[in-house]
C-alpha cells in the first residue's frame, strides 16, 4: 500500500510528518486528513480572532497532494465586552 505524509500547522507550529501512514488510497488519505483537521480546531481554541488549519498530504516521492484549509475569523461587530 502507498504511504502518505501528513504536514500540519495549526497557525502557531507547523509540523512536519517524517513517518507517515498507510492508505489503500489517496482519498482514504484524504478523508483522515478532514477528520484530523476539525479535531486539530477542536483541541486548539484560539486566542484572538481568527486562525487558520492546515493539513498538506505528501506522497513517498514527496509530491504535494492535497491540501486542506479551515479558517476561523471572527469579528465583533458591536463594541466586545470586557472579558
Not at 6 to 35: H, I, N, S, W
Not at 68 to 78: F, M, N, R
Amino acid at each position: 500500500m502507498p504511504r502518505y505524509y501528513f504536514d500540519t500547522d495549526d497557525g502557531l507550529l507547523p509540523v512536519r510528518d517524517d513517518t507517515g501512514r498507510e492508505f489503500a488510497g489517496v482519498r482514504a488519505a484524504r478523508d483522515l486528513a478532514q477528520r484530523a483537521l476539525r479535531e486539530m480546531a477542536q483541541q486548539q481554541i484560539p486566542d484572538g480572532e481568527s486562525r487558520v488549519f492546515k493539513i498538506s498530504i505528501r506522497d513517498e516521492k514527496a509530491a504535494l497532494l492535497y491540501v486542506a484549509t479551515l479558517t476561523l475569523a471572527g469579528e465583533w461587530k458591536i463594541s466586545p465586552p470586557d472579558a
